[in-house]
């Protein structure tokens, strides 16, 4: 589905505390807003949308923010309108540059020339399918660091829009992290996908890491064990072990599932995972 751009002038629209929008991004994993597109019918859920600061202002235009539209365009009464209604879609917006950090207008144009950057007013147009590429890699090489991923489904928003894999502070904890891959390796328990087999060095030492049991289980009192409480998954098994389940999917019940399908791999403990268990003993006796 076509991407389409969201225009933000400070200037002309400051409803929101964005550094509590970025704050809240950053903790939940998306901010819900409703956004003008004029006249715009053609835009549908599941459409990416990317924020571009426009206006004159201190910090200059560029590319600021990425969500994705959750909602099929709606007719809001307008004053400020020609005809007097203007339509809206709703968009969950996942990740968010702050002002003066924005990728400037100079590198967009120089990057993806099909879209005139500096010109551009208003929102809801679409980007050309041609150019969505090279925005998406401008966007991995200045934006945030990536976030969790989440899943669209379709429908309309609120009810079934997002389906979110939720991560707690022991998934994201790099201490944690590091000592449960080098006990596991990175390739997932459940379907021994390997980012670096498939991708080569940008793959390498990638994996999602979960915690087998839900933190709204566990007690104050609570001390992680980064080996038995933390397994690593790849993005869609981590995605299956949360769907539609108050308590997430053990690893055994995503392997069961992966076999009723016909798709579990064999998997064979070599002398390199073998290596990887000693080396977390040794990294847990020096904690």
Same mark, same amino acid.
């Given at each position: 589905?076509?991407?389409?751009?969201l225009?933000?002038?400070?200037?002309?629209?400051?409803?929101?505390?964005?550094?509590?929008?970025?704050?809240?991004?950053a903790?939940?994993g998306?901010?819900l807003?409703?956004w003008?597109?004029?006249?715009?019918?053609?835009i549908?859920?599941?459409?990416? %949308?990317?924020?571009?600061?426009?206006?004159g202002g201190?910090?200059?235009?560029?590319?600021?923010?990425?969500?994705? /539209?959750?909602?099929?365009?709606?007719?809001?009464p307008?004053?400020?309108?020609?005809?007097?209604?203007?339509?809206?879609v709703?968009?969950?917006?996942?990740a968010?540059l702050?002002?003066g950090?924005?990728i400037?207008?100079?590198v967009?144009?120089?990057?993806v020339?099909?879209?005139a950057?500096?010109?551009f007013?208003g929102s809801g147009?679409s980007?050309?399918s041609?150019?969505?590429p090279?925005?998406?890699?401008?966007w991995?090489?200045?934006?945030?660091?990536a976030?969790?991923?989440?899943?669209?489904?379709?429908?309309?928003?609120?009810?079934g829009a997002?389906?979110?894999?939720?991560?707690n502070?022991?998934?994201?904890?790099?201490?944690?992290?590091r000592?449960?891959l080098?006990?596991?390796?990175t390739?997932?328990a459940a379907c021994?996908?390997?980012?670096?087999v498939?991708?080569?060095?940008?793959?390498?030492?990638?994996?999602?890491?979960?915690h087998v049991?839900?933190?709204?289980?566990?007690?104050?009192?609570?001390?992680?064990?980064?080996? %038995?409480?933390?397994?690593?998954?790849?993005?869609?098994?981590?995605?299956?072990?949360?769907?539609?389940?108050?308590?997430?999917?053990? /690893?055994?019940e995503?392997r069961? %599932?992966?076999?009723?399908?016909?798709?579990?791999?064999?998997?064979?403990?070599?002398?390199r995972?073998? %290596?990887?268990?000693?080396a977390?003993?040794?990294?847990?006796?020096?904690?």
């Open positions: 589905m076509a991407a389409i751009i225009g933000w002038n400070p200037r002309l629209w400051n409803d929101w505390n964005y550094e509590a929008v970025i704050e809240q991004v903790e939940t998306q901010f807003e409703r003008n597109v004029g006249q715009h019918r053609k549908q859920p599941g459409n990416q %949308a990317w924020l571009l600061l426009q206006g201190p910090h200059g235009r560029g590319l600021i923010g990425h969500s994705v /539209v959750m909602s099929e365009s709606y007719e809001v307008q004053s400020t309108e020609p005809k007097g209604i203007a339509r809206y709703s968009v969950a917006f996942d968010l702050p002002l950090g924005q400037p207008s100079s967009l144009s120089r990057e020339p099909d879209v950057w500096n010109r007013r147009r980007i050309p041609s150019s969505e090279a925005l998406q890699r401008v991995r090489e200045h934006g945030p660091a976030s969790e991923p989440f899943q669209t489904v379709p429908g309309t928003y609120p009810e997002v389906s979110r894999i939720e991560t502070r022991y998934e994201r904890d790099p201490e944690a992290r000592i449960c080098a006990f596991h390796g390739s997932c021994t996908f390997s980012f670096e498939s991708y080569g060095d940008i793959g390498k030492d990638y994996i999602h890491v979960h049991v839900p933190v709204s289980q566990l007690g104050s009192d609570y001390r992680l064990d980064p080996i %038995a409480d933390l397994v690593p998954l790849c993005a869609n098994c981590h995605a299956m072990a949360h769907r539609g389940a108050g308590t997430p999917r053990t /690893v055994a995503l069961r %599932a992966i076999a009723a399908a016909g798709h579990l791999p064999g998997q064979i403990v070599d002398d995972a073998l %290596a990887a268990q000693d977390a003993h040794r990294i847990l006796e020096q904690r």
